[in-house]
DNA sequence: GTCTATACCGAGATAGAC
DNA sequence: GTCTATCTCGGTATAGAC
């Protein structure tokens, strides 16, 4: 394993008296399961990372798999929120265009659930399967229909509603996702700044007749 | 670790006597290393479906670093011989879009590398400064200058080199990456079938005006 | 070059004192 | 709820017979 640079070594001996270990356990799951995948990720880092020891794991949560979907929940439910106003609400070409921006907004501050997607989408698992079914599945119909009902009255440009998905999904938010290797490539990819101008680009692909504005 | 379906069991005491062991075990070192990452991968699953055993991998590479290095140079020569007829020879649309074609054809019949590139992109590492410096930056500057002369010729859509780059690696080649996920949000999505249409799709991104054919 | 045996380490999980 | 100690397992790597 590269463990390149150490965790914030948490203090050992002194724990201390947390709040809300579990949420503190969540954000530090998000991190490592994100940078290792779930089988490179350990628990004990991760519990390192939240000042906490590696038995405090098993006992707010079942077992490193529970531990891993507590966390993919958690993050699902912090999109969620920063959404809102839901894609499907308006049919209109505005609120589409700014559920995509909170969406990419969302994937530029908190990379963490892009890569975890990411990192589960290329081999069959039990844990694909239960991210699937459980928030893919769901997230996918309502941007499938919402889609649909743009392009049904004349809006959008000419591609599929899963050509759509993946182009938010593949090429809007892992950018963000991928911001270490994409800034080594380019001149800069991550941080806020670039976020806003890379959701003009998904939306310039999708919407070519509404924003065809030069750079 | 999730290790699902057993790998196709190398039967145990009587080994063989390979031609090529050091070529087989390249090829079950992108498997694994694609579906379970570097830290996940193990080095005796990896010996296993090669048929061998697990010490032979340190005899033949030096290391597990070595061994994943040697995997993905290898699926880069690999990639390379597929193109052949280089980006950067022809500036004409015709040779640019062959290219592209060629690359996604590759990335179908074998995902592991973008797998790997990928599951390496989302974390700082040695590895990924090894990758971008040996492999992604002379890719991704014969992209740019490729680019670049199609725009100066007044071909190509209003897209920065840098977006074509991710156009074709994370909407291009991760359609066929994630195909496992990708299969279960739509009707299908791997196999070599839909490889020309994904491409189709690519490049009505990369040339609206050549490519505005309906579906 | 191929194999067995094994060293050594870190993983996840549990028991039980506090 | 928190901590220490510890169990068991699987990881990479090496030594040395063949």
């Given at each position: 394993m590269e463990r390149s640079n150490a965790v914030p070594?948490?203090?050992?001996?002194?724990?201390r008296r947390p709040e809300h270990l579990a949420e503190d356990l969540l954000d530090a799951a998000a991190i490592e399961f994100a940078s290792h995948g779930y089988d490179g990720a350990s628990t004990r880092r991760i519990a390192d990372r939240a000042g906490a020891h590696q038995p405090q794991i098993n006992y707010h949560f079942r077992s490193k798999e529970h531990l891993w979907r507590a966390t993919v929940s958690r993050l699902f439910e912090m999109m969620a929120l920063q959404l809102r106003?839901?894609?499907?609400?308006?049919?209109?070409v505005g609120a589409f265009s700014d559920a995509i921006r909170r969406f990419l907004r969302f994937s530029s501050v908190h990379p963490e659930l892009n890569r975890i997607i990411n990192l589960e989408a290329t081999s069959p698992s039990s844990r694909l399967d239960w991210l699937v079914a459980t928030h893919l599945d769901p997230l996918h119909r309502m941007v499938g229909s919402a889609w649909a009902a743009l392009r049904a009255s004349g809006?959008?440009?000419?591609?599929?509603a899963d050509e759509v998905w993946e182009l938010l999904t593949s090429y809007g938010a892992l950018h963000f996702a991928n911001a270490p290797m994409l800034s080594r490539l380019q001149t800069s990819a991550d941080g806020d700044p670039a976020a806003e101008a890379h959701a003009d680009s998904v939306l310039r692909l999708l919407f070519p007749a509404r924003m065809p504005g030069p750079r």
């Open positions: 070594t948490a203090r050992r001996h002194p724990r106003r839901q894609v499907d609400e308006g049919s209109s809006e959008g440009a000419d591609l599929t």
